[in-house]
């Protein structure tokens, strides 16, 4: 079945410093990918998505790249804030049923002044 | 436009009592979804929704939860009875049937279940 892995959190960081949040899956056929972030006290929102290969999903800062021969979608930023501070998922979907996914178990980030 | 709205947010109740989760959907949207995310995991997914018709519940667990979608609009998610490890956040989503494309699947702020 599918499955998505995440790098193992807590991750804490300076304001301004890089942000790379590992993602790998497994799935069958070509499933589409995302990221959601989850502030506190907020529901879950899609930050960004990738449906092919090599595609690359982008927002508010945030870049990811389908990587289909690592089955990665690893999630950066250059220069991280404060306000960046939340929980991230990885999920993947089959294409055209994008609800529903499989989730990772969230990496908590926390911004620090 | 407006949200998926769920209530109640917050509740407690003691094991072997019932409870049931509320969602009201996008306006339009024919797929819903019921997902539960327990402390420290991603959400998982209970039951998808198409329109009023049951698409997936294969991860549900029938002998104490039930969910229905009258009329393919709202849609109610019960549990009886509760037990300890039902503990969870219960999250409501709804997406835009989608033809060959990904239908992005906008998620309620959920509610937070404790069984004591």
């Known amino acids: 079945g599918n499955s998505v892995t995440q790098m193992e959190g807590p991750v804490t960081l300076s304001e301004e410093a890089f942000l790379t949040i590992n993602c790998t899956y497994t799935?069958?056929?070509?499933?589409?990918l995302f990221w959601y972030v989850q502030y506190p006290g907020e529901g879950l929102q899609l930050l960004l998505k990738?449906?092919?290969?090599?595609d690359k999903g982008s927002n508010k800062g945030f870049e990811a790249t389908y990587r289909k021969e690592t089955t990665s979608f690893h999630l950066e930023k250059g220069s991280v804030q404060v306000s960046d501070s939340a929980v991230y998922f990885c999920?993947?979907?089959?294409?055209?049923?994008?609800?529903?996914?499989?989730f990772g178990d969230g990496t908590t980030l926390t911004v620090k002044p | 436009e407006a949200g998926v709205a769920q209530s109640p947010r917050y509740k407690i109740i003691e094991k072997r009592q019932s409870v049931a989760f509320w969602c009201n959907p996008i306006?339009?949207?024919?797929?819903l979804y019921w997902y539960q995310q327990i402390l420290g995991q991603g959400p998982k997914l209970l039951i998808q929704?198409?329109?009023?018709?049951?698409?997936?519940d294969s991860q549900l667990p029938k002998d104490r939860f039930s969910a229905e979608r009258l009329k393919g609009v709202d849609s109610t998610l019960k549990i009886q009875p509760a037990k300890l490890e039902d503990s969870a956040v219960y999250l409501c989503?709804?997406?835009?049937?989608?033809?060959?494309?990904?239908?992005?699947?906008?998620f309620g702020q959920g509610t937070r279940l404790t069984v004591v």
């Open positions: 989503a709804s997406s835009s049937t989608s033809l060959g494309g990904v239908a992005e699947a906008f």
């Open positions: 799935a069958t056929g070509y499933p589409s």
């Open positions: 990738a449906t092919k290969a090599d």
């Open positions: 306006s339009g949207h024919a797929t």
């Open positions: 929704f198409q329109n009023n018709g049951v698409v997936d």
């Open positions: 999920a993947l979907s089959g294409v055209s049923n994008a609800g529903k996914s499989t």
